[in-house]
Nanobody
Framework: QVRLVESGGGLVQPGGSLRLSCAAS????????MGWHRQAPGKQRELVGA???????NYADSVKGRFTISRDNGKNTVYLQMNSLKPEDTAVYYC????????WGQGTQVTVSS
């Protein structure tokens, strides 16, 4: 089993920044893909972006140029730096990792509002 614990969500004004963290433990493999999804109220969960163990990243078009995913393989932690936040970024953000199956964190709320 793999356990993922997210932190760093909260309330931020439009144009502001937040940094989410997700620490993996248990049977986590540092070579695994890690990343983030989000789910806004009344909408389906969508991919925000992902990062391979070598640092290669990909992002949803809606966040390109504003969000950055990074990881620290020594700490089994993935980060999501979110800049220039918009109200439409409001959602519960879920960390995930892909091994023999997909593991999910519990989610952390991000609210962008003035």
């Amino acid at each position: 089993q793999v356990r993922l614990v997210e932190s760093g969500g909260g309330l931020v004004q439009p144009g502001g920044s937040l940094r989410l963290s997700c620490a993996a433990s248990g049977s986590f493999l540092s070579t695994s893909v890690m990343g983030w999804h989000r789910q806004a109220p009344g909408k389906q969960r969508e991919l925000v972006g992902a990062i391979l163990s070598d640092g290669f990243t990909n992002y949803a078009d809606s966040v390109k140029g504003r969000f950055t995913i990074s990881r620290d393989n020594g700490k089994n932690t993935v980060y999501l730096q979110m800049n220039s936040l918009k109200p439409e970024d409001t959602a519960v953000y879920y960390c995930y990792t892909l091994q023999s199956r997909t593991y999910w964190g519990q989610g952390t709320q991000v609210t962008v509002s003035s």
